[in-house]
């Protein structure tokens, strides 16, 4: 399974990116997707989650309100919309596939995609 993230770039702060992530292979549409992020100097970390079927979505608590998950099934593509962003919205963004627990935020990746850079200047 390959996932090409796409859509990062440079940002003023308060701006939008539509950050993309392409799919190839069958797997997309029988998997939850997410998306993650990593800062320079830090850990990468949790952004959102959303269910196969695109019903159930969850955020991290920094990008709640901001930023919306979803996907298109019909073809194999997920996307994050970032509106209102910030400096410490800088980081390279990664979006995966996986399985999800019992909750929307249980999430486990099984393919990474290789990752987009997001800078947003102050």
């Known amino acids: 399974v390959q996932l090409q993230a796409s859509g990062g770039g440079l940002v003023q702060t308060g701006g939008s990116l539509r950050l993309s992530c392409a799919a190839a292979?069958?797997?997309?549409?029988?998997?939850?997707m997410a998306w993650f992020r990593q800062a320079p100097g830090k850990d990468r970390e949790f952004v959102a989650t959303?269910?196969?079927?695109?019903?159930?979505?969850n955020y991290a608590d920094s990008v709640k309100g901001r930023f919306t998950i979803s996907r298109d099934n019909a073809e194999n593509m997920g996307y994050l919309l970032m509106n209102s962003l910030n400096p410490e919205d800088t980081a390279v963004y990664y979006c995966?596939?996986?399985?999800?627990?019992?909750?929307?935020?249980?999430?486990?990746?099984?393919?990474w995609g290789q990752g987009t850079q997001v800078t947003v200047s102050s």
């Open positions: 995966a596939i996986g399985r999800l627990g019992l909750r929307v935020s249980d999430f486990t990746p099984d393919y």
């Open positions: 292979g069958h797997i997309f549409t029988a998997s939850a």
């Open positions: 959303i269910t196969r079927s695109g019903g159930g979505t």
